[in-house]
């Protein structure tokens, strides 16, 4: 499955954005998809994660509250919705697959994806 992120950009701290991850090559019906997130001079960092079926997610100390994932599997699409954005949240966001047998997990390592999104860039200013 090849992916495509996008809905990157410039926000000032408080603001949102909504990324959009959309599937080609296969359908995400059976992967698991995770947001990870890469700032400068860090490594890149797991923030976001949903299920197959989408009834599963789980979202890292930094972003629960604030962070959405969901995803329409008709469309082919998993969306992070990202509220009250901070300074912090600055990074290269990518979107990751990994197909899995069953639905309703989520899968949070990062060693287990294997197909990835070209990321896009949020930059947030304070």
């Known amino acids: 499955v090849q992916l495509q992120a996008s809905g990157g950009g410039f926000v000032q701290a408080g603001g949102s954005l909504r990324l959009s991850c959309v599937a080609s090559g296969s359908t995400l019906t059976y992967y698991a998809i995770g947001w990870f997130r890469q700032a400068p001079g860090k490594e890149r960092e797991g923030v976001s994660f949903i299920s197959a079926n989408g009834g599963s997610t789980l979202y890292s100390d930094s972003v629960r509250g604030r962070f959405a994932v969901s995803r329409d599997n008709a469309e082919n699409a998993v969306y992070l919705q990202m509220n009250s954005l901070e300074p912090e949240d600055t990074a290269v966001y990518y979107c990751?697959?990994?197909?899995?047998?069953?639905?309703?997990?989520?899968?949070?390592?990062?060693?287990?994806?294997?197909?990835w999104g070209q990321g896009t860039q949020v930059t947030v200013s304070s």
């Open positions: 990751a697959a990994v197909a899995t047998d069953v639905n309703i997990v989520v899968v949070t390592k990062e060693e287990l994806y294997d197909s």
